[in-house]
């Protein structure tokens, strides 16, 4: 009787470990997929392409040409302002806190600039049908 109640402990504390591993497995993959699009988006922008860097802003619904002006505006200045350090250079991905089952993430991202200093920030991301958006 107790070699079964041990057999049977083993068992369940196998399965729990592989659910949660894989639970943990799933939750970084998720969070690869949203820092691959952050750095996509920011690559975009990096290269001047700035209609793809505000298509990649979540807007649940469709915005009026004026405000997506103004959006693309904003791309160009934020950029303007950080020439400072000899502009944005590269765009590296850190880590990603992903949570699964809201389909929101934090990605960490490392601005290198021309003076070679260095700026991490966080970009908030949404998944909506299987896609990627910033916040």
Same mark, same amino acid.
């Given at each position: 009787?107790?070699?079964?109640?041990?057999?049977?402990?083993?068992?369940?504390?196998?399965?729990?470990?592989?659910?949660?591993?894989?639970?943990?497995?799933?939750?970084?993959?998720?969070? &690869?997929?949203?820092?691959?699009? *952050? +750095? $996509?988006?920011?690559?975009?922008?990096?290269?001047?392409?700035?209609?793809? @860097? %505000?298509?990649?802003?979540?807007?649940?619904?469709?915005?009026?040409?004026?405000?997506?002006?103004?959006?693309?505006?904003?791309?160009?200045?934020?950029?303007?302002?950080?020439?400072?350090?000899?502009?944005?250079? &590269?765009?590296?991905?850190?880590? *990603? +806190? $992903?949570?699964?089952?809201?389909?929101?993430?934090?990605?960490?991202?490392? @601005? %290198?600039?021309?003076?070679?200093?260095?700026?991490?920030?966080?970009?908030?991301?949404?998944?909506?049908?299987?896609?990627?958006?910033?916040?």
């Amino acid at each position: 009787m107790k070699q079964q109640f041990r057999s049977l402990l083993f068992a369940c504390t196998c399965a729990f470990f592989i659910v949660a591993c894989n639970r943990k497995d799933n939750g970084s993959m998720v969070g &690869e997929l949203a820092g691959q699009a *952050a +750095k $996509a988006y920011y690559d975009q922008l990096l290269h001047g392409d700035y209609d793809s @860097f %505000v298509a990649g802003r979540y807007q649940p619904d469709s915005i009026p040409a004026s405000y997506r002006e103004q959006l693309v505006a904003n791309a160009k200045m934020f950029l303007g302002h950080e020439s400072d350090h000899g502009g944005i250079k &590269e765009v590296k991905f850190l880590s *990603a +806190k $992903a949570d699964t089952s809201k389909h929101v993430a934090n990605v960490f991202l490392t @601005f %290198v600039y021309g003076d070679r200093s260095t700026e991490e920030v966080v970009v908030p991301m949404v998944e909506h049908n299987g896609v990627w958006y910033m916040r």
